[in-house]
């Protein structure tokens, strides 16, 4: 394939600037107030947790500095409401302001997919959690769509996809990236019952995870470095365990994983492939095609990189419909539609990058 | 920067190909044919570990299937002696065959750096380990060069540096890459030292590392598609923690890693610096500058890539400085300096990859 770099003029470059893309925005962290909020979704045993023994969601990453004040774009917080609770202001600073057409919405939750023992509480507040988004999120806007929060045993995921999974709005499974491999055998079943729901597979990085082995890097920003590498195992365990030769028509969005690794990758594993196939036989294709057929990428954060090196970024995966665009409202390092993509790049290359992947991964 | 894919001609390619270019090989493992080479060189209290309480090496990845018969190319086996232990079938395989100017011997050694515990043993047996190097490898031929294996205790580290950093022949000292890492402070005094005797710091993964956290990856092709994360998180960790404000001048060769992913790590490490650089304010330049001045990355395994993903990468990098070619003798997965370099690059590239930047790399 060959992609070509628009030489345009600085007025063009302008204008092109300004033009109107509709967009999907593939990555939304909605939130709760407080885990009061849980409570109307909770049975009686489980409320007592909140209300009367003080549980609190696990601590996430060891560092205490992020950005002056905290993980979040300065203008998000309301009153009485951490950023990503107020549905109103969403609204207005998310969807309107930058004229979304769709947004995917996160959420937080990801702490009962990692939570470690006690499954049965992470699978009440899976289910909480997703009634929470139901009722407060998902009925209040058409441009809203929901990832289905899980716990990690298997056997309550299954039964929580078959709960919740035929909501129109509910168009992923949301397998949080935590310290185990999400393509080992016994967390088949999950893949099973999203691909027979019709559902997305997102994956994004749960805060609570070392990333790189061993222990934390000593410092948020190179913990951030680190980051895609979480992104980078899964990938690979899916591959090697035959998720996608099972499940032929899965789709898996990684979602604030990055995108500038995945060629590496790709080629990595080809490689590695070809020498050593015979140890796991029921991988029938190159690694690269499953990246391709299978894998959609959020771009979010995104670096300063040139219309050239984008180009060839994607000129290296052998196809453009790789990338779909993401905020990450609202986090401090969101990305505005308007002004992320290098104009350079053809309008076409932009639409399917804002919208056409995304519509095409969600069936929208 | 820009770079140019010669468009030759099938004829050219060809004559191109057969033409002969100075080559060092910068990732060769000799070995000793049983630990019992080692006995000269230790004390006896040490030596007694050996012959009397049947020490072994710890093994290393908990995988059994690599190729058929093993992990080396199969024509390597000498009588009685395991795949580079004899020194006159790698003269005639390696220096002599592929007319190699140097070779720079990485040995096997790495398991004293990477040993947990007991360190004052391991300091022995990296201390034995040179001598044996020195001995019997360096001392009957010219084209050899050597890197000075290290125990983990950083102040047994050091005076080994001290004791054979001056011998002519030894030009790295190889922080071989386990799971901790070498850019938190308590190391410095090692870069120090090397620093000091003008010495490069060679990088190698130690096969006794799971690479992505948490367990290991089921599979050999798994855990080879994930290496490359051990590295990433070294260089991290140097930067980060100041290495290369303390040390300007240091220069760091990351050996069988890859270099695909140099380029994605380079304009991560950059986003996070800008955004979060208060964090770290010991670090004075951009992530990318150290990559560009400080450090350098083996070829080895080669994957197949085209002479124009390749030009993509090395305009990425910024510099046709970074790569060195290295043929990973005696393994299976041996690249040949005759047929590895796509001969549509110019010459002077190739030149570059195969001789120049090792050559100025180590001072040769």
């Known amino acids: 394939m060959s992609v070509q770099v628009n030489d345009l003029s600085k007025k063009e470059n302008e204008n092109n600037s300004k033009k109107t893309f509709k967009v999907i925005d593939t990555d939304v962290h909605h939130d709760v107030r407080s885990t009061h909020d849980l409570l109307p979704y909770l049975s009686d045993h489980w409320k007592r947790y909140i209300t009367d023994y003080g549980w609190k969601p696990i601590k996430?990453?060891?560092?205490?500095?992020?950005?002056?004040?905290?993980?979040?774009?300065?203008?998000?917080?309301a009153e009485n409401s951490p950023p990503g609770s107020d549905f109103d202001l969403l609204?207005?600073?998310?969807?309107?302001?930058?004229?979304?057409?769709?947004?995917?919405?996160?959420?937080?939750?990801?702490?009962?997919?990692?939570?470690?023992?006690?499954?049965?509480?992470?699978?009440?507040?899976?289910?909480a959690y997703n009634d929470y988004t139901i009722d407060k999120w998902l009925s209040k806007d058409k441009r809203l769509l929901g990832s289905i929060t899980i716990p990690r045993d298997p056997v309550e995921a299954v039964k929580e996809i078959e709960r919740v999974g035929s909501h129109p709005q509910m168009v992923q499974v949301m397998m949080s990236v935590g310290n185990f491999y999400w393509g080992e055998?016994?967390?088949?079943?999950?893949?099973?019952?999203?691909?027979?729901?019709?559902?997305?597979?997102?994956?994004?990085?749960?805060?609570?995870?070392s990333v790189s082995g061993n222990d934390y890097l000593r410092y948020y920003v190179a913990w951030r470095s680190a980051h895609p590498q979480a992104y980078m195992n899964q990938i690979i365990s899916m591959i090697t365990n035959g998720?996608?030769?099972?499940?032929?028509?899965?789709?898996v969005a990684l979602i604030e994983g990055g995108f500038e690794w995945?060629?590496?990758?790709?080629?990595?594993?080809?490689?590695?492939?070809?020498?050593?196939?015979?140890?796991?036989?029921?991988?029938?294709?190159?690694?690269?095609?499953?990246?391709?057929?299978?894998?959609?990428f959020s771009t979010q954060p995104w670096h300063d990189i040139s219309a050239k090196h984008l180009l060839n970024i994607i000129d290296m995966m052998g196809t453009e419909d790789?990338?779909?665009?993401?905020?990450?409202?609202?986090?401090?390092?969101?990305?505005?539609?308007k002004r992320t993509l290098p104009p350079q790049i053809s309008k076409d290359l932009q639409h399917k990058i804002l919208f056409e992947n995304a519509r095409d991964l969600y069936k929208l």
């Open 60 to 77: 996430t990453v060891p560092f205490n500095q992020v950005r002056k004040g905290s993980k979040y774009r300065a203008d998000t917080f």
């Open 91 to 127: 609204k207005k600073q998310l969807l309107d302001e930058n004229e979304i057409t769709y947004a995917v919405l996160g959420g937080w939750f990801h702490e009962a997919t990692v939570a470690n023992g006690w499954f049965e509480f992470a699978a009440a507040r899976a289910s």
């Open 185 to 209: 055998p016994q967390y088949h079943p999950v893949f099973e019952a999203a691909h027979r729901h019709g559902l997305v597979i997102g994956m994004h990085l749960s805060a609570d995870i």
């Open 243 to 251: 998720v996608f030769d099972k499940f032929p028509d899965l789709k």
């Open 262 to 296: 995945v060629p590496f990758l790709m080629n990595r594993m080809d490689a590695a492939y070809k020498g050593l196939r015979q140890e796991t036989p029921w991988v029938k294709r190159m690694p690269s095609d499953y990246f391709r057929d299978n894998m959609r």
């Open 322 to 337: 790789m990338l779909m665009f993401s905020t990450d409202y609202p986090h401090w390092d969101f990305d505005s539609p």
